[in-house]
């Protein structure tokens, strides 16, 4: 916990950001939180050398939903969100029955969720290229299966297997769709 500002560079260097993994800003201001997670990113990626090994994690409670996308897009691992998380809990809570995991994609309408196929669902054991044109119909789309403990990018010849998990993203209305697919 750091005591004092977070966007002088001093202040981060002298409170041991050089011997830290990641570093999280959740002031009540969302441009001090956007900014001081910056100015650490930059610190640490200068300081610490290993950061293919997963160092140098940035996030940021960012209260104004406009900033979401920003503060992606300038290079913070981690952009928080108080309402989308509730939001995303209390999808999960309500889908549990049916879905692994759920979270809506903030400004756009689509979802993406991790299902596990049952034995008898209509995506096990063809390939996902003879469902092709269902997934179009539905835009739907398969990002990964996960076979063996082992996650994998789908492409056509992919084929899930009973209990696989799956990622798919979907326009929100069509969640419906894709639940079928794995029932």
Not at 42 to 58: I, S
Not at 76 to 105: G, P, T
């Amino acid at each position: 916990v750091i005591h004092g500002d977070g966007t002088d560079a001093n202040v981060l260097v002298m409170s041991g950001l050089d011997a830290t993994e990641s570093f999280i800003a959740t002031t009540g201001d969302n441009e001090t939180n956007i900014v001081s997670c910056l100015l650490a990113k930059h610190l640490m990626n200068r300081n610490n050398r290993d950061l293919q090994a997963g160092h140098g994690k940035t996030i940021a409670l960012v209260n104004k939903e406009d900033y979401l996308v920003l503060a992606s897009t300038i290079g913070l691992d981690i952009a928080l969100n108080a309402k989308i998380s509730a939001a995303n809990e209390i999808l999960k809570f309500i889908r549990r029955n049916e879905l692994l995991s759920v979270a809506h994609l903030h400004g756009v309408d689509a979802e993406v969720v991790e299902l596990k196929a049952g034995p008898g669902s209509e995506i096990a054991h063809k390939p996902l290229k003879k469902l092709a044109s269902y997934f179009r119909q539905h835009n739907i789309l398969i990002g990964g299966v996960e076979q063996n403990g082992v996650w994998k990018v789908a492409v056509g010849s992919t084929q899930v297997q009973p209990h696989n998990r799956v990622v798919a993203v979907c326009s929100s209305h069509q969640l419906k769709k894709v639940r079928q697919l794995f029932n």
